[in-house]
């Protein structure tokens, strides 16, 4: 089995370099087997939103569609589609992927500071109270 990184996704998703694009296409019709590591799906969505301005439900639909695929194998499958379903609810894509990792690592919860992703079942917020 081989791994591609975010860059080829990113040209297989986007399109937007049509050469890198079928360079791309070639590569993942080849492998049999291609690992995607969650890293990768975290970095590839930060880029399609911050980079390409592509809306969360666009991304989710495509990540979807890659997870479904035979050849793509991942770490924490599960894990990876929670996380896609709470950012097409509005989550940050990487605050949804460490909290149902490290659920899946059996925490019991994952604490944090943001108040965003404490609203997630995985989180637990930290409060400070306020200096004067």
């Not at 479904?68 to 896609?84: F, G, N, P």
């Amino acid at each position: 089995m081989d791994g591609i990184d975010t860059s080829v996704l990113i040209r297989y998703l986007v399109k937007d370099d049509l050469s890198q694009y079928q360079q791309a296409l070639t590569l993942l019709k080849a492998l049999p087997k291609i690992y995607l590591s969650p890293i990768v799906l975290v970095e590839t969505a930060w880029v399609l939103s911050h980079f390409y301005k592509v809306k969360a439900d666009k991304q989710c639909n495509k990540l979807r569609e890659l997870l479904c695929l035979d050849c793509i194998m991942t770490d924490d499958r599960q894990a990876v589609l929670s996380a896609i379903e709470d950012y097409a609810n509005g989550y940050d894509f990487a605050d949804a992927m460490i909290g149902h990792h490290n659920t899946l690592k059996k925490c019991k919860t994952t604490w944090t500071f943001d108040r965003k992703a404490s609203k997630l079942a995985e989180f637990s917020r930290i409060e400070t109270p306020l200096s004067s």
